[in-house]
């Protein structure tokens, strides 16, 4: 965070106002990569969708993720993110990031049974360290 800060006091000093940088993020959910996988008849590979955070819904059902659009998450003690919008997925999930072996039936199974639809993006408004395990919650 301090290569950030210090980019934000440049960018003040710069135009001689104050500046906020946002971040923002990817989510998808551990149920809505399983449920892409078992449609399009792939392994299930999150990083195929690149995401900065993947979640398990604990007790909830795939895609419940887009739901999410318009609220506020909270993630751990202290990191809050505002869900801003929907992803809608193009041919980047066709190929592995690993091999970049491509897998057209993911991009198919998506945009002919979601809507193009898979996972979420999200603004960072407090941050806060994450770790592996961490609680998240809907904020009301």
Request: aromatic share 4%; net charge negative; with cysteine.
């Given at each position: 965070m301090a290569g950030c800060?210090?980019?934000r006091q440049a960018i003040e000093k710069r135009f001689g106002?104050?500046?906020?940088?946002?971040?923002?993020?990817?989510l998808i959910?551990?149920?809505?990569?399983?449920?892409i996988?078992?449609?399009?008849?792939?392994?299930?590979?999150s990083w195929r969708f690149r995401p900065n955070l993947l979640v398990n819904l604990d007790g909830g059902a795939a895609f419940d993720e887009l739901?999410?659009?318009?609220r506020v998450l909270r993630i751990g003690d202290k990191a809050r993110i505002a869900v801003t919008e929907v992803d809608e997925r193009c041919v980047m999930i066709?190929?592995?990031?690993?091999?970049?072996?491509?897998?057209p039936?993911?991009?198919?199974c998506v945009v002919q049974q979601h809507?193009?639809?898979?996972?979420?993006?999200?603004?960072?408004?407090?941050?806060?360290?994450?770790?592996?395990?961490?609680?998240?919650?809907?904020?009301?």
């Open positions: 800060e210090q980019l106002k104050p500046v906020f940088l946002v971040a923002n993020v990817s959910s551990e149920q809505t990569v399983r449920r996988a078992e449609e399009s008849q792939t392994e299930g590979n739901n999410w659009v318009g066709t190929l592995d990031p690993t091999t970049s072996a491509p897998a039936q993911i991009l198919k809507n193009k639809c898979a996972g979420v993006y999200a603004t960072v408004l407090t941050p806060g360290e994450l770790r592996t395990g961490d609680g998240i919650s809907l904020e009301h």
